[in-house]
């Protein structure tokens, strides 16, 4: 038995935020239900922000509704306050992420309020959830920016295990460490990625990377080392954040895949099936830039899914 690593497709989410191109939510649903039956059972799939400000997800309510009817999917929607989380929780949402920024800046831009103000709000968010009816929402707490920042530059390493400790005092269920800028590399991610684990113990980490100066696979790696078994990744390496001037895509769902299965995990995941459903996307959003090797290249003849196992090709 391969020890299993998940994957959460934040595409959707992510992905589409810096998109020239508004997606139906027909098609974002097809997306969704493709990638589920690639194999990932965790997909971001949309975010609960004013319309005003991201277009995008003026059909949030409506995706988020979608994605709880596809079978074997445990769907995630972003809030970036309490009255997304209330809306989120009214729907019957399973898994609520909430963003804060280590960077001080970062988090006045993102969302206009100091991070201590986040962090309050998310108290807020957290008391939201335990008064709700039905089964109780996993949160999730993310720290952007976590390895620096475009518009502040230096972010310390204890910054972020201190917000980290923070969120599991006030009731994060999973903390996720991002490098929304792409200013990480393996030593800063074995640093600090290891001091978010002895803050947050035993709440899963995942770790979220931009591949924007071509180290997000590296990365991969040396969270991989210090224990991380759950990763953020983009099909086609979509993505970007709009108060990040520069920011590129997150990694690519498809080689992140590749890479963690060659590495010995299980990640689920059909890798023929999810180059197939990269293709359909690229079809749909012909203006954005799509990266990724496995897409391009192929999978070498060698490749057999679990080291001698079955489809895959
Ligand atoms: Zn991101």
Same mark, same amino acid.
């Given at each position: 038995m391969?020890?299993?690593?998940?994957?959460?497709?934040v595409g959707p989410r992510d992905g589409l935020q810096m998109a020239k191109i508004i997606l139906s939510a027909e098609k974002k649903l097809e997306w969704c239900k493709a990638v589920a039956a690639a194999g990932i059972r965790e997909i971001e799939v949309t975010s609960f922000v004013p319309p005003a400000v991201l277009p995008q997800f003026a059909d949030a309510a409506e995706v988020a509704r979608g994605a709880l009817l596809i079978g074997d999917l445990r769907p995630s929607v972003l809030v970036p306050n309490l009255k997304g989380a209330e809306i989120a929780l009214a729907l019957g949402m399973p898994v609520i992420a909430?963003?804060?920024?280590?960077?001080?800046?970062?988090?006045l831009a993102n969302v206009r309020r100091s991070t201590q103000e986040s962090l309050a709000?998310?108290?807020?968010?957290?008391?939201?959830?335990d008064a709700a009816p039905g089964?109780?929402?996993?949160?999730?707490?993310?720290?952007?920016?976590?390895?620096?920042c475009t518009i502040q530059g230096i972010v310390s390493e204890r910054?972020?295990?201190?917000?980290?400790?923070?969120?599991?005092e006030i009731g994060a269920d999973e903390i996720v460490v991002a490098d929304t800028v792409g200013y990480g590399d393996p030593g800063a991610v074995r640093r600090v990625v290891k001091s978010v684990i002895a803050a947050t113990?035993?709440?899963?980490?995942?770790?979220?990377?931009h591949d924007t100066r071509g180290l997000g696979l590296a990365n991969v790696t040396a969270?991989?080392?210090v224990g991380v078994r759950a990763f953020d990744a983009s099909l086609g390496g979509l993505?970007?954040?709009?108060?990040?001037?520069?920011? +590129?895509?997150?990694?690519? +769902?498809?080689? +992140?895949?590749?890479?963690?299965?060659?590495?010995?995990?299980? +990640?689920?995941?059909?890798?023929?099936?999810?180059?197939?459903?990269?293709?359909?996307?690229?079809?749909?959003?012909p203006q954005e830039q799509f990266s990724g090797a496995i897409a391009r290249a192929g999978l070498p003849k060698t490749y057999r899914v679990g080291r001698g196992g079955s489809s895959g090709g």
């Amino acid at each position: 038995m391969r020890e299993q690593v998940y994957i959460r497709e934040v595409g959707p989410r992510d992905g589409l935020q810096m998109a020239k191109i508004i997606l139906s939510a027909e098609k974002k649903l097809e997306w969704c239900k493709a990638v589920a039956a690639a194999g990932i059972r965790e997909i971001e799939v949309t975010s609960f922000v004013p319309p005003a400000v991201l277009p995008q997800f003026a059909d949030a309510a409506e995706v988020a509704r979608g994605a709880l009817l596809i079978g074997d999917l445990r769907p995630s929607v972003l809030v970036p306050n309490l009255k997304g989380a209330e809306i989120a929780l009214a729907l019957g949402m399973p898994v609520i992420a909430y963003v804060v920024s280590a960077s001080e800046a970062h988090n006045l831009a993102n969302v206009r309020r100091s991070t201590q103000e986040s962090l309050a709000d998310f108290a807020r968010i957290v008391a939201a959830r335990d008064a709700a009816p039905g089964p109780r929402a996993i949160l999730v707490g993310c720290i952007a920016t976590a390895f620096g920042c475009t518009i502040q530059g230096i972010v310390s390493e204890r910054r972020v295990s201190e917000i980290a400790e923070r969120y599991a005092e006030i009731g994060a269920d999973e903390i996720v460490v991002a490098d929304t800028v792409g200013y990480g590399d393996p030593g800063a991610v074995r640093r600090v990625v290891k001091s978010v684990i002895a803050a947050t113990s035993p709440r899963r980490i995942a770790c979220h990377f931009h591949d924007t100066r071509g180290l997000g696979l590296a990365n991969v790696t040396a969270a991989v080392d210090v224990g991380v078994r759950a990763f953020d990744a983009s099909l086609g390496g979509l993505g970007g954040c709009p108060f990040a001037p520069g920011a +590129t895509g997150n990694i690519d +769902t498809e080689d +992140t895949a590749f890479l963690l299965e060659q590495l010995g995990f299980d +990640t689920g995941v059909d890798l023929n099936a999810i180059v197939a459903v990269r293709r359909r996307l690229e079809e749909w959003l012909p203006q954005e830039q799509f990266s990724g090797a496995i897409a391009r290249a192929g999978l070498p003849k060698t490749y057999r899914v679990g080291r001698g196992g079955s489809s895959g090709g």
